[in-house]
């Protein structure tokens, strides 16, 4: 019985390691490190897919370090005690050349206890972390961890990447190479991979297997529609559509379409996907979909996010729910996303300007001298709590960014800067 053709093909080696140029290509970091032999403790952040226990795989084989794997699904305290005292074992072994790799999948799902028994082994070089996440480690790693492990991201390979992959199944697989394989077109194939080696090749063991093998294995765009459509089970329930399908979810939000929000954030939670993962898709959702026009979505959206880790699956799915439709049948507004946008663009064209000198603090003396703080007016002596004054660099003028969209909240704060600002307030 044949392995599936993702192992089969697992890369043994940096030569073989297809992606990632920007950290295992010529003259890269993680390329330095193996080279030399050695390797800091780090996390690799990145999809599904893109070679993040194989590069773990790789870098400890290249440098003969002996490999301990956990998985955060499965491991707690206990067994993570245990696998650091058997890197202590190793490390203290007359034969030991290089300190034991300790390669940690889905990191993002220890909790802090977990993570905070790492700290030891990382600190006092018992282990090499490295560690691999699909989520933000800035939100799910404890900071002392992450201030001794360097974060790296993978990217999801590109169509020059799955083409090399492509060719490299086709002429060095055991199997593919027996076969006669009729390429005629890549698009489907490339966009069903969505970046993802190991889903490309799933597809193409799906192709193989489902082809008689009298026949030419024909990969076209609509061979490779129909197959999967006809086989849901080709791909990881949990991983597949992770993407395509939170897609779908901003936008039915976005687009103000309850049901449809229901249905995907319902496909969303039938399969697996982490509730931290939906309800941080929530909050950005009403920070940059809803802002100003209801401010109290993202305090609605914050507290869905502070009640799913209190209490998790199932009974999670209810606020998730609620916030769902709440976000989407409320008024949307990207004002202040779009404002932000519009002054980080002027930020970067006009450089450091200075701050002028009546809106710095004068905290000494000389700095009072120097004309700090001098004619600052403040607003609180003044009737309704304003007084027109320069807040702005005196090169730049007063360019505006918050353009103030057609719903009742902002049209109130328009009208209110229009009565305090007049013409030069944001009105559009």
């Known amino acids: 019985m044949h392995q599936p053709l993702a192992e089969r ?29 050695h390797v800091a403790s780090f996390i690799l952040w990145g999809p599904p897919g893109v070679g993040k226990t194989t590069l773990a795989r790789i870098i400890a084989n290249t440098v003969k370090a002996p490999f301990f ?71 799910e790693v404890i900071r002392p961890l992450l201030s001794r492990a360097q974060v790296y991201t993978l990217k999801p390979l590109d169509a020059a990447d799955l083409d090399r992959l492509l060719r490299s199944a086709i002429e060095r697989d055991e199997v593919l190479s027996t076969r006669k394989i009729d390429v005629r077109q890549t698009d489907a194939l ?64 976005r687009g103000s379409d309850p049901d449809a929000a ?3 954030l319902a496909r969303m939670i039938d399969g697996g996907e982490e509730p931290e993962f939906i309800a941080r898709r929530l909050l950005i959702l009403a920070a940059e979909d809803i802002g100003l026009a209801n401010p109290n979505a993202l305090l609605l959206a914050n507290a869905t996010f502070d009640a799913i880790h209190k209490i998790g699956w199932p009974e999670g ?35 450091n300007q200075p701050v002028p000198l009546h809106l710095r603090n004068a905290p000494t003396s000389l700095m009072k001298d120097m004309g700090y703080g001098h004619d600052y007016k403040y607003a609180h002596d003044y009737p309704g709590h304003f007084v027109r004054q320069q807040f702005m660099p005196d090169t730049i003028g ?31």
């Open 398 to 428: 007063h360019p505006t960014f918050w353009n103030p969209a057609d719903n009742a909240a902002e049209q109130r704060a328009a009208e209110l800067q229009r009565q305090r600002w007049g013409s030069s307030a944001s009105t559009d």
């Open 190 to 253: 490339f966009r069903f991979s969505g970046g993802d080696a190991r889903k490309l090749l799933n597809i193409l063991d799906l192709l193989e297997q489902s082809t008689p093998a009298a026949e030419p294995v024909v990969i076209d765009d609509a061979t490779v529609t129909s197959r999967l459509q006809s086989n849901p089970a080709a791909y990881d329930k949990g991983g597949e559509m992770h993407y395509d399908i939170i897609s779908a979810f901003i936008k039915s939000v």
């Open 317 to 351: 799915r209810i606020p998730l729910a609620e916030c769902t439709i709440y976000l989407a049948t409320s008024p949307k507004s990207n004002s202040a996303y779009m404002a932000i946008n519009a002054a980080l663009q002027h930020v970067g064209s006009t450089g």
């Open 69 to 139: 794997t956990l998985s955060a699904v499965s491991s707690g305290v206990k067994e993570v005690r245990e696998v650091i005292d058997r890197c202590k074992h190793e490390a203290s072994s007359m034969f030991a050349t290089s300190r034991p790799v300790l390669f940690i999948d889905e990191i993002h799902r220890f909790s802090k206890s977990q993570q905070d028994s790492l700290l030891g082994a990382v600190e006092n070089g018992t282990v090499t972390l490295i560690g691999a996440t699909t989520e933000n480690p800035s939100f």
């Open 262 to 264: 229901i249905y995907w």
């Open 9 to 37: 093909l697992r890369p043994q080696t940096l030569d073989e390691y297809i992606g990632q140029t920007h950290l295992v290509g010529p003259d890269s970091i993680i390329r330095r490190m193996i080279e030399t032999g």
